[in-house]
Each structure stands twice: as structure tokens, then as C-alpha cells.
């Protein structure tokens, strides 16, 4: 690899690290090297070996083909706009006004239920959203939020949740901290506002705490592990965006549909 190749390898790493709000020493331990080894890698002056590469992908819940510059990032577009044709080398996710307002509103649900837990941070927060959409979808064959998921290595990640979350801190709705969790940097998000229940079903609200319920207790190792065993992201290769029609191939005890009567 070429020192211009580990340079341009360096800043995508850089990149995506400030994007996750993270320092140098924090993402230097949880790869468990030394700060000056990891500043190295962003600056180009050191060979990101392999193994190093595949575990930098995962702390940002990313793949090495994206830190490579072999495949791109999808892209989403928060705005209403007309639909455009798609070029075939990339993937663009155009997300109405209506379910960007949804997704809001079940976030700001779900902190106000569980953010302020030990135990959720970002990656526990995914896999909640993740399992309340599918799971919604598989009981009532309806989308709750509509959310996009793709495969990465710690599980479902949903594609538009960085774009929200964003225009939420902005707005002052959500804020976002780092906090130590057993000795490891751990990314929280806390509300600072009530979720408007005017735009979320009775059957919607009750679904979220039933998910809550059943998963909202575990850490990120558990949920993560957890997810994997989903039929519906093992149906999917890395980074690609997981199908929801998936959900109709689970078995126990992933399935949350009583498919012989009512649902539970």
C-alpha cells in the first residue's frame, strides 16, 4: 500500500471519528493500542494491518470496504424532494418528511423510557430501534418509522439516525455525551423533551414498551450477540440494507407474530 493510499486510509479513519464524537485516546482503547500507534494510522505514517483495519471498522459500525474507499457510504436525504434516478455505483436513501417526524418522536420515546440507563448507549439504542421497527413490521405487516437498517459488524445500525440526531441537537431536543462504562468510552444520548404522543398510535406506544420489556435490560455485548441470531440481518451481506420482508422467516424466539391467532 502506498503512503498516498495509507494517507487518504488515515483521514476517512479521522473522519469518521470526529463524526462519532470521539477523541484519539478513546478509539486508541477500544482498538487497544497506544494513542501515538492510533495517530499514526490517521496520519498516514503507519500501515493499517488487516486485523487493524476490520476492528476500526467496527468501533464506528462501519465496513473496511467504506474505510478503503471501495464501496460508499449510502447517502440520505432528509428533504422532500422528486425522486431522481439512481446511479448504480451508489445507494441514496430519500426519507419523507412524515417518517423522519415518526423516527423523532419514537426516539425521544425511547430516551425518555431507557437513555438515562447505565446500559444504553448508541449501540444498545440501535438495536432497540431495530427490533421495535421489525418487529412492529412482522406483527402488523405495516413500518412503524420506515427506518432503513444496513448489516455491520455490532448488529443493525439504522442509516438516517446520525442526519436525525443531528438536526435534533441542533434544534435542542436531544443532546449527546460520552460517558465511561466499565472502563470503556460509551456514547449516550439524553432527551431534553417529552416525545409528542399525538403522533404515535395507542398500538404503537404499547408495542415500544413491549420491546422495551424484552430487551431493554441488556448491554451492548447481549443485544448486539442477540441481534445477530435475527433472520432478517442474517439474510443480509455487510453492509448492505436489511429487508424487512425477513421477518416473516423467523423462528423462536425471535418471532413476535402468533401466526395461528392473535398476536402477542
Known amino acids: 500500500m502506498s503512503r498516498s493510499a495509507e494517507g ?12 462519532a464524537g470521539l477523541s484519539q485516546e478513546q478509539v486508541a482503547k477500544k482498538l ?22 476490520v476492528e476500526i471498522a467496527k468501533v464506528f459500525n462501519t465496513t473496511p470496504d467504506v474505510l478503503l474507499g471501495v464501496r460508499k457510504e449510502i447517502e440520505v436525504n432528509l428533504e422532500e424532494k422528486p425522486k431522481q434516478k439512481k446511479k448504480e455505483t451508489e445507494m441514496r436513501i430519500s426519507v419523507p418528511q412524515e417518517n423522519v417526524e415518526k423516527f423523532r418522536q419514537v426516539l ?15 449501540t444498545v439504542l440501535y438495536k432497540l430501534l431495530y427490533f ?36 435534533m441537537e441542533q434544534k435542542g431536543e436531544i443532546k449527546k455525551e460520552t460517558v465511561e462504562y466499565f472502563g470503556h468510552p460509551q456514547k449516550k444520548y439524553l432527551p ?34 442477540y441481534s445477530h441470531q435475527d433472520v432478517p440481518w ?3 451481506p455487510d453492509g448492505k440494507p436489511i429487508d424487512y420482508e425477513g421477518v416473516f422467516y423467523r423462528q423462536a424466539p425471535y418471532s413476535v407474530r402468533s401466526y395461528g391467532g392473535d398476536d402477542i
Do not use: W
Not at 35 to 52: F, I, P, W
Not at 138 to 153: A, D, V
Open 8 to 19: 487518504a486510509i488515515g483521514q476517512k479513519i479521522r473522519q469518521f471519528r470526529e463524526r
Open 32 to 53: 487497544g493500542l497506544n494513542r501515538v500507534s492510533y495517530t499514526q494510522l490517521e496520519q498516514g505514517n503507519r500501515k493499517v494491518m488487516a486485523d487493524e483495519l
Open 108 to 122: 425521544l420515546y425511547v430516551l425518555g423510557k431507557v437513555g438515562y440507563q447505565p446500559n444504553v448507549g448508541e
Open 132 to 167: 421495535v421497527d421489525f418487529d412492529y413490521y412482522e406483527k402488523f405487516e405495516e413500518q412503524l418509522t420506515g427506518c432503513t437498517y444496513i448489516k455491520n459488524h455490532h448488529g443493525p445500525t439504522p442509516v438516517e439516525f446520525a442526519k436525525i440526531v443531528s438536526s
Open 192 to 225: 431534553l423533551k417529552e416525545a409528542d404522543l399525538n403522533l404515535l398510535t395507542g398500538r404503537e406506544v404499547q408495542h415500544i414498551d413491549t420491546v422495551i420489556a424484552r430487551l431493554g435490560h441488556m448491554n451492548a455485548t447481549d443485544i448486539s450477540a
Open 234 to 236: 442474517l439474510a443480509t
